[in-house]
């Protein structure tokens, strides 16, 4: 709150429809009020989504990621979770201001979302028919028939097998896999404009989740819907999203369309975070990872937050905190971003 | 990053001072995690109010069970007929040795006395049954979990023998058999009677509470190690398995001190537990059955005494499990 | 599921025969002539000694006696007292009307204790949340008969009438019901507090679902499946606790009948009470084993 540099800079693609995103979350922060102290997790964070295309939101653990993504959802644990300034836009209304009722409607039918870990975000003990056709039901108004009907249909379209049987099944009778198209097939059921997935794949075995992305994709695809795809996984991220945000201790760091960012990272967090990928081309050799821990965000360090991991780091870092800052067609907050460009 | 504003304490409120606070109390915590699950309990229950008010309370109980004296110098079984039912005397309180505080019972006992004295017999069951519950529960249990196999499920059926009677109805049926209703046995043999018959039909719940800590220590690596180095069973015994048991051995131990305080209460109250000439709330709360209409004080205040024991070991039991066990903080 | 079933019914054999042996031999076998102080002050009459102790079977060695009272009993020949009335027929008046008294209690127990703890779980922290929290630790610390008493005394009642219908048995039922009340209560509000938090509750918001949904659906089906199984124990038990409430409401039940047979040494009586009292409660841990299987679908029984 003793913040007085606030990051206003403009977003990417903001020329496309002017002030007319899909979702446009702007300069959201949010703090985590516990007994030893207040959090800052997420200090100032604009992105936005259209219809049609997939924002990656990419960091850490405790980057703020998930936080936006709930704050989104309007499910933050409040307490401990405060939002305590910006904005979120839904087809131009503030669903921050918005009424509790009118805000519960846009929850599965405008934005739905996919969580992480779907045995544990699966309720143990009713079937995954009653658990999908009860949005039918309640939010529909179809008879208890109608919407398993629908929710057999959603099974099918999620690719799982003899979902007539299937769906007098609890969820601790699927597999990992299996359970997260339950998942996405319950988040699908009100055809929402954009859909959140929250670290989808993270919980699966490795080759599911090659799967999962794959479905993922697919049903964006043929909805045209919006979608914010929210992983520490670089490798996820490649195939399947058209822009990238990396978040670093509550801010977006870096901006840009993913073939920019892979081709050529313009902040030092995201070069260090590639580098850490293992590469056939350099087999044999140590992986190189990010030194230091991710920062205490009751203590986030002064100036920039990732100075004390940056192996750039100079005076000017630990005393001024750099603007996410747009260079061309995407966004850096280095204070050395424009050097980072021309490089090479 | 002090400011001398703060050193000297006088303006707490100072708005620069304060975004410091919270970083620089940061680490305090810190240092009292590591500090083991003891001193941890220990620190978080000195700050309740409900764990400061019980301990005291139980202090005076304890004290009053072995100085009675210190109380009154009223002899509890004195009997005057002349002052049967005389209503409590409240300007008794100022005058040192008189006695009929809370006033005298139908046969001229002074009540205050009595209930000072009435605290003994519910101490001592209720201690020593817990004690004694601890014991034989406590080495059944190793017993069970520590051999496992057969033995463990002859043990466990054994004690669901015990547990499938209904408590009262047990010790209804164990007491009327060694003491008949109308009998008169002495003080001593209907005391360690009364104690038995809870350390019989309450030792199967003790034991299950060592064969979990048993089974659980069982399963850490560091006890694998030790056994693979050659300890003996006696030393994992008293070096891993009961430092783990003591806690919610003392846990469920206070609270069912309570409860056998109530339940020994129960007993004589139906005239099957202690009796004359033991002292305890509940025959004197028996006795006063039939007198409720004019002399309500002969039950008010044994049984004020008698809530309040109870009560004061049931919220000590509920403090120290609340403390030990952070999942419910 | 059935052969688990199986397996519990199959243990529960020895302990109901451990359980009614115990009490059995408390009651028959311990050295001692069963007949003194039958007759008055004076020794019985040797004839009568020789009829009772043939009704009796008391020169059988103990086991057998033992055997064929458990034979006895498994054939609902529940045998006779002293003076012969049939036990069976004492049992029968006295048992619907204990079923009664615990009928009532389970469901104050259920009614009082699910709304106190569904209150206090939803508004943890409040005034109303310590508030409740003080009142279930007192209830849990009086002793009933300390409540049944001073309820008597204060609310002026009499006595419960010998056929005891529901309406009279609405009080002392409640009474009855104090201490587990209190434990349901505390029970339901620690499993809302832990299970609030749970990621299922947050799917459901996230679905859109309204708030009255997400608690009374989701969130209170999951909480209960430890309240009810309690309560499924607690019928069986609140049967064999009644005693101290039929005493003071003078209520013709099963805890009048055993307490009177106690103090007239009737040891038929004694010995059938438990037996039936352990069977119950033997049955009623079994039924609550698989009631808790069918409410909480991931239980599997091997």
Not at chain 2, 237 to 264: C, D, K, Q, S
Not at chain 3, 225 to 243: H, N
């Amino acid at each position: 709150m003793t913040d007085i540099k606030v990051n206003t800079a403009p977003v990417l693609g903001a020329d496309k429809k002017a002030g007319g995103h899909l979702l446009e979350v702007e300069n959201l922060h949010v703090e985590f009020r516990t007994r030893d102290g207040i959090a800052k997790v997420i200090n100032g964070v604009s992105y936005h989504v259209d219809a049609g295309e997939t924002l990656a939101v990419l960091g850490e653990s405790g980057s703020g990621k998930s936080v936006t993504a709930q704050t989104i959802m309007g499910i933050l644990d409040t307490p401990p979770g405060f939002v305590t300034g910006g904005s979120i836009r839904f087809r131009g209304k503030d669903l921050l201001t918005m009424p509790k009722d009118e805000r519960r409607l846009v929850r599965g039918e405008g934005i739905a979302m996919v969580f992480q870990d779907a045995l544990s975000a699966l309720n143990p003990v009713f079937t995954v028919g009653f658990q999908i056709s009860e949005l039918f039901r309640k939010r529909r108004g179809m008879s208890r028939a109608d919407g398993m009907k629908r929710a057999v249909e959603l099974l099918d379209q999620v690719k799982i097998p003899a979902a007539k049987t299937r769906i007098k099944d609890y969820p601790h009778q699927f597999s990992g896999g299996m359970r997260q198209r339950v998942m996405i097939a319950m988040s699908l059921a009100l055809d929402p404009e954009i859909l959140i997935a929250d670290e989808p794949t993270t919980a699966l075995d490795v080759t599911v989740q090659a799967q999962i992305m794959d479905l993922l994709a697919e049903i964006r695809r043929e909805r045209n819907m919006g979608m914010i795809l929210i992983t520490h996984d670089l490798g996820v991220v490649a195939d399947v999203a058209d822009r990238i945000a990396v978040m670093y201790a509550g801010r977006i760091v870096e901006q840009a369309d993913v073939h920019s960012l892979y081709a050529k990272p313009c902040h030092p967090y995201t070069m260090a975070l590639l580098d850490s990928l293992p590469r056939l081309d350099l087999k044999g050799q140590e992986l190189n990872t990010i030194k230091g821990l991710p920062p205490n965000l009751m203590r986030i360090p002064s100036g920039c937050a990732f100075h004390p991991r940056c192996s750039m780091v100079r005076d000017i870092c630990r005393s001024e905190r750099p603007a996410l800052l747009p260079i061309g067609n995407r966004a850096s907050a280095c204070h050395f971003a424009e050097e980072l460009v021309g490089r090479e | 990053m002090s400011s001398p504003e703060v050193a000297t304490a006088t303006s707490p409120t100072e708005p620069p001072a304060a975004p410091v606070t919270p970083a620089a109390a940061e680490p305090a915590p810190r240092k009292e995690k590591s500090r083991g699950l003891w001193s941890d309990a220990w620190y978080e229950l000195r700050r309740k109010p409900l764990f400061v008010v019980s301990a005291i309370l139980i202090a005076f109980f304890v004290l009053m069970a072995a100085f009675p004296q210190l109380f009154s110098s009223v002899d509890p079984g004195y009997k005057d007929l002349n002052r049967s039912l005389t209503p409590p005397d409240f300007g008794a309180w100022f005058q040192f040795g008189q006695g009929g505080q809370f006033g005298y019972d139908v046969q001229g006992q002074d009540i205050y006395a009595r209930v000072i004295y009435g605290a003994r017999a519910s101490i001592v069951v209720g201690v020593c049954a817990v004690l004694g519950n601890m014991l034989l529960g406590g080495f059944f249990g190793i017993l069970s979990g520590y051999l496992g196999g057969w033995i463990d499920s002859v043990l466990a059926r054994f004690g669901d023998v015990f547990l499938g009677l209904p408590f009262v109805l047990g010790a209804l049926v164990i007491l009327s058999t060694f003491a008949p209703v109308q009998s008169n046995p002495s003080a001593f043999r209907i005391t360690s009677l009364v104690i038995l018959t809870f350390i019989a039909l309450g030792w199967p719940s003790f034991a299950r509470i060592m064969r979990a800590a048993v089974l659980s220590t069982k399963q850490l690596d560091y006890v694998h190690a030790a056994k693979a180095l050659g300890a003996k069973p006696g030393r994992i015994i008293f070096r891993h398995v009961l430092p783990n048991a003591v806690a919610p051995m003392v846990v469920v131990g206070t609270i069912t001190l309570g409860g056998y305080i109530g339940a020994e209460a129960t007993l004589s109250f139906l005239g099957v537990g202690l009796r004359e000439p033991v002292v305890s709330w509940g025959i004197m709360i028996g006795d006063s059955r039939q007198y409720m209409e004019p002399a309500p004080y002969m039950m008010a205040f044994p049984a004020a005494f008698l809530v309040i024991a109870v009560l004061s070991f049931v919220m000590l039991g509920d403090a120290v499990r609340d403390a030990l066990d952070p999942k419910l903080r | 599921m059935g052969r688990y079933a199986l397996r519990r019914l199959l243990q529960a054999i020895p302990v109901f025969i451990g359980s009614t042996f115990l009490i059995w031999f408390l009651v028959w076998g311990l050295p001692g002539d069963p007949f003194a102080g039958r007759c008055g002050e004076r020794k019985c009459p040797d004839a009568y000694v020789t009829y009772m102790t043939d009704k009796f079977n008391l020169d059988e060695p103990l086991y057998v006696q033992y055997l064929i009272y458990l034979k006895n009993l498994l054939t609902g020949n529940f045998g006779q007292t002293f003076n012969g009335t049939e036990i069976g027929d004492l049992l029968a008046q006295a048992f619907p009307i204990s079923i009664k008294l615990a009928l009532v209690a389970v469901v104050a127990e259920a009614l009082i204790g699910i709304t106190a703890g569904v209150l206090t779980g939803l508004r943890r922290g409040s005034f109303i949340d310590n508030l409740v929290l003080v009142s279930t630790l007192v209830l849990i610390a009086v002793p009933i008969f300390v409540i049944g008493l001073v309820a008597r005394y204060a609310l002026g009642l009499s006595s419960v009438s010998p056929d005891a219908p529901f309406v009279e048995l609405i009080i002392p039922g409640i009474i009855l019901a104090s201490g587990s009340m209190a434990y349901i209560t505390r029970l339901t509000r620690v499993n809302l507090v832990e299970n609030r938090r749970a990621d299922y509750v947050r799917t459901a918001v996230a679905k859109g679902l309204t708030p009255s949904r997400v608690t009374g659906v989701h969130l209170l089906r999951n909480s209960m499946i430890p309240v009810v199984t309690w309560l499924g124990l607690d019928l069986g038990a609140l049967m064999g606790g009644a005693i101290v409430t039929e005493g003071i409401f003078n209520i013709r039940g099963i805890g009048g009948l055993l307490f009177g047979a106690i103090s007239r040494r009737e040891s038929g009586i004694v010995v059938s009470i438990v037996a039936i009292l352990v069977l119950v409660y033997l049955i009623v841990n079994l039924l609550v084993d698989l009631l808790y299987g069918v409410l909480d679908p991931r239980i599997r029984y091997e």
